[in-house]
């Protein structure tokens, strides 16, 4: 269990699968997260959520998984993992998600902060990777704001509600954590 200022990072527990699916039925969260079909996840749909919280790193591609809750009030906010799909060249795909109304108040900053410090000092990554669709500009100034850099675009990569978008892959080494956002980094924990 990992702690920020205002944050705990824990495990999961079974009694957070309805907290997961409800998570999963916010439209602007689905809508974020998946390249596939938005539409409503039934009761079934929570054996995948339990899959994904007990798969094993090393043997499945999970390296980190977590539950973002809120320090004060114990309240569920979300989930934040990274896998790796190949161990050897040390490269970790991030996701982050939080139920919308714990957005704007910086706590995806101070999740990802931590969780940065974290994969490069004790996961041992060389860089952290991801995918976010274009239309998704919070999270897209998000992560430019912790020091991820735009590498490519897999163009009109997904159907959005009417129309297609580019997939921004963005990616962090290790040594621009280090050098880019030494004024960032010191808020995760402090
Ligand atoms: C993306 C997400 C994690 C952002 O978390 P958050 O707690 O709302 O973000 P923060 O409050 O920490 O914002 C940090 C910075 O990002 C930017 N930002 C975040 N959301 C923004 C938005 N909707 N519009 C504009 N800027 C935004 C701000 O510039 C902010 O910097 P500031 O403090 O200088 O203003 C959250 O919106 C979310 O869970 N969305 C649904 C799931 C999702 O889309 N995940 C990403 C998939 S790739």
């Excluded at 990274?82 to 998600?97: C, F």
């Excluded at 704001?145 to 735009?150: H, N, Q, R, S, T």
Aim: net charge neutral; hydrophobic share 40%; aromatic share 12%.
């Amino acid at each position: 269990m990992f702690e920020t200022n205002r944050l705990i990072l824990r495990p999961f527990q079974e009694n957070d699968i309805n907290f997961m699916l409800d998570l999963w039925n916010e439209p602007e969260v689905q809508r974020g997260t998946t390249a596939d079909y938005l539409v409503p996840r039934s009761k079934k749909f929570k054996e995948k959520l339990r899959e994904w919280t007990q798969s094993v790193p090393q043997v499945d591609n999970a390296l980190f998984y977590v539950i973002i809750t809120l320090k004060e009030t114990g309240e569920f906010m979300g989930n934040l993992t990274i896998n790796v799909s190949n161990h050897k060249n040390r490269d970790g795909t991030l996701g982050i998600t939080l139920s919308r109304k714990f957005w704007g108040r910086g706590y995806g900053q101070e999740a990802l902060l931590f969780t940065l410090d974290h994969a490069f000092k004790s996961l041992a990554l060389h860089r952290v990777s991801l995918g976010v669709f274009e239309s998704n500009v919070g999270a897209v100034k998000l992560y430019t704001k912790v020091g991820f850099k735009e590498e490519g675009r897999i163009r009109k990569g997904v159907w959005i509600e009417g129309a297609w978008e580019d997939v921004i892959l963005m990616g962090i080494l290790e040594e621009e954590w280090r050098s880019d956002i030494q004024h960032l980094r010191a808020d995760a924990t402090s």
